[in-house]
């Protein structure tokens, strides 16, 4: 229902510090129709050609500047993720993406306060990193 909203194209790239590629970042729409807190952020799940990232790897920001584990947002009540706003969603891993064509593919899962379920999105996209 909410696939359309899960990683806005052209929004992969890689990311560095110090000079350094760290990893790499992509975007995503909240898959509902409404702000909620990270907290409610039921998991996000990132698949690169093919091999899914380990949990420990990725993080979240909606200001991109404080970043939290998955772990982390469990308890994060204080910052909102707003409905047309993205998620910011980072992957460590060393040197990023190599040049060339890549398939990613994001699964971001949310919880409501009175939907006994997960609204759940996923989308795959080829990204070319130059």
């Known amino acids: 229902m909410f696939d359309n909203n899960v990683f806005i194209k052209g929004t992969c790239k890689n990311i560095t510090a110090d000079n350094q590629i760290t990893g790499f970042e992509l975007q995503t729409h909240i898959t509902y129709y409404r702000a909620i807190p990270l907290s409610m952020v039921?998991?996000?799940?990132?698949?690169?050609?093919?091999?899914?990232?380990?949990?420990?790897?990725?993080?979240?920001?909606?200001?991109?500047?404080?970043?939290?584990t998955l772990d982390e947002m469990q308890t994060v009540t204080s910052y909102k993720w707003e409905y047309g706003e993205p998620l910011?969603?980072?992957?460590?891993?060393?040197?990023?993406?190599?040049?060339?064509?890549?398939?990613?593919?994001?699964?971001?899962?949310?919880?409501?306060?009175?939907?006994?379920?997960?609204?759940?999105?996923?989308?795959?996209?080829?990204?070319?990193i130059a």
């Open 42 to 68: 039921n998991d996000v799940k990132v698949k690169l050609d093919g091999t899914e990232i380990l949990r420990e790897q990725i993080r979240c920001s909606v200001d991109q500047e404080d970043w939290f």
């Open 88 to 128: 910011y969603i980072r992957v460590l891993k060393e040197n990023g993406l190599s040049k060339g064509t890549h398939k990613v593919e994001l699964t971001v899962s949310t919880r409501t306060a009175y939907i006994p379920v997960p609204i759940v999105g996923t989308m795959e996209r080829e990204v070319e």
